[in-house]
């Protein structure tokens, strides 16, 4: 089992914890994570593009001239695809883009991403994280702890907690998720991950 440094909230080493093989100690597959990323990407897409077709188009009721007799090509239409202020041919449509993944892939994405974190040394685990009022300078204080302010950090508790979150929001690179929000793309786009122990404990209940 991989054994992590546990710090409280100054930085300063309290213990270790173990963590478990199946969640944070599995054979990473680049390609479930890549796919995981591209299906959240693809989620996001509002899918509001549109074009229209010749049937859209307005004018071209009338035939443009006669069928035969005057030299030119045959024209239906003004509004043809061939025509400049035409329709367009197989142009985009509002649709969908999401797709879905098996939940045993999505979940053996998610833990790919945290073994390569604790294998890159990535992910720290903090005793607790928790403040007594939104302040965006014990954020960036906590980051200063561990060496992380200039890096993008994560922040990782067991629930959501909207003073943590608050606090972190005006930190360019800084976000702060429950695990219930635990994706991966979050913890790719970021460098650093501050996890709880207690969110450690909740995300290893969920994947284990």
């Known amino acids: 089992m991989p054994k992590v440094a546990v710090y409280d909230m100054t930085g300063k080493q309290t213990g270790e914890m173990e963590l478990n093989d199946s969640v944070f100690g599995v054979e990473i597959n680049e390609a479930l994570v890549h796919q995981a990323v591209v299906m959240q990407l693809a989620s996001q897409r509002q ?5 229209k ?3 859209m188009v307005r004018g071209g009721g009338r035939k443009p001239w006669k069928q035969k007799g005057t030299g030119r090509a045959r024209a239906g239409s003004i509004r043809s695809p061939l025509w400049v ?3 367009v041919a197989f142009g985009p449509h509002p649709r969908s883009y999401k797709f879905s993944m098996p939940r045993k892939a999505r979940r053996l994405a998610i833990k790919s991403v945290l073994t390569a974190k604790v294998n890159e040394g990535g992910l720290v685990v903090v005793e607790d994280i928790n403040f007594a009022a939104p302040k965006t300078k014990d954020v960036i204080k906590l980051l200063g702890n561990f060496e992380a302010q200039e890096a993008k950090a994560l922040i990782i508790t ?3 907690d909207e003073t943590v979150e608050k606090s972190s ?3 360019p690179g800084v976000k702060a998720i429950g695990t219930i929000g635990l994706n991966v793309f979050d ?3 970021h460098d650093k991950v501050l996890v709880t122990k207690e969110a450690v404990a909740k995300i290893e209940e969920v994947l284990a």
């Open 47 to 51: 899918g509001t593009h549109a074009t």
């Open 53 to 55: 077709t010749r049937a």
């Open 158 to 160: 067991a629930d959501n």
């Open 85 to 87: 202020g035409g329709g």
């Open 169 to 171: 929001r005006n930190i």
């Open 187 to 189: 913890l790719l786009h």
